[in-house]
């Protein structure tokens, strides 16, 4: 998971600690049903778009050469199939491991 955003410099530890907040929300309530509607829309949208690029395909062949992992056959079941509570628990899982990096890079005016 990775998190990005762009703020004042005197302004990231607030925001940080929304973040951190609205994550733990997450792991107990989920999105709701219209964000992950809205969130599986998306997806589907850029998988069917990238299905014109012969980079997908290369990807999804290095996946399965790799991985074992088809990218194609069966991904928009796949993408029907998620819940709510398969995403709240995914997220749950991530964040229980306790592998997180915080970078802050501020740059100078000059």
Excluded at 43 to 48: G, M, Q, T
Excluded at 83 to 100: C, P
Aim: charged content about 25%; overall charge negative; cysteine-free.
């Amino acid at each position: 998971m990775q998190i990005v955003y762009q703020t004042n410099p005197d302004r990231y530890e607030y925001l940080n600690g929304k973040i951190e907040a609205i994550l733990e929300n997450f792991t107990v309530s989920g999105p709701s049903e219209e964000n992950l509607s809205k969130g599986k829309e998306y997806i589907l949208k850029n998988y069917r778009k990238s299905l014109n690029d012969n980079s997908y395909y290369v990807t999804a062949m290095e996946e399965y050469l790799d991985n074992g992992v088809d990218l194609i056959e069966g991904f928009e079941q796949t993408l029907e199939s998620i819940s709510t509570d398969d995403v709240k628990s995914i997220v749950k899982e991530v964040l229980s491991q306790g592998n997180n990096v915080k970078v802050i890079m501020v740059g100078t005016a000059e």
